[in-house]
């Protein structure tokens, strides 16, 4: 691969990476470090790339198993915000600042912490980053039925979880994990 093809590939799909990488750790300087990780094995695996999906979808597939991968080395897992998506698309100016000044966004976070990676994983792409199905399940490696139900039943258990005061503020309600 060319240096110029590597840069043009880091400018064009550097964003997608990072904020998939941010909302699944929850942490800029992990997402940082985990963001540089995975543009090293697309570098050294794009020989490989058969061109059966988008260049994109390529490399978050590869950022989606480099914070798997990352999490398991550390024996856990704590993906971030999905539901937040719907407040994205309601808010002005930068959506991710604006979120994360807003105390609802930190209850989100409680939430999505208790459910189960699959479902915080499909949250995030199809929620938040609003890929399609075949998208995420190219990026998940799923067929796009696992993606469908389980994008359902995280919605459903989010939906489950939090509740709003009458004063509008969100409300996590703790349940056993799921």
Known sequence: MKESNLHELYESCFQDVYHYLL???????EAEDLTQETFIK???NYARFEHRSSINTWILSIARRTAVDHYR???MISLVPEL???????SRGNPLQELERNDDYHTL???????????RNVVILRG?????????????????TKVKVNYH??????????????????????????
């Open 23 to 29: 909302y699944f750790t929850n942490s800029h300087s």
């Open 128 to 144: 938040l980053k609003e890929y399609s199905v075949k998208e995420t399940a190219e990026i998940l490696g799923w067929k796009e």
């Open 109 to 119: 976070q409680k939430a999505l912490s208790t459910l189960k990676p699959d479902y």
């Open 153 to 178: 039943r995280a919605i459903k258990r989010l939906k489950g979880l939090l509740s709003k005061s009458h004063e509008g503020e969100v409300i996590f309600h703790e349940q056993k994990r799921g």
């Open 42 to 44: 697309a570098y050294k």
């Open 84 to 90: 937040i998506g719907k407040l994205e698309k309601n």
């Open 73 to 75: 080395k550390r024996k």
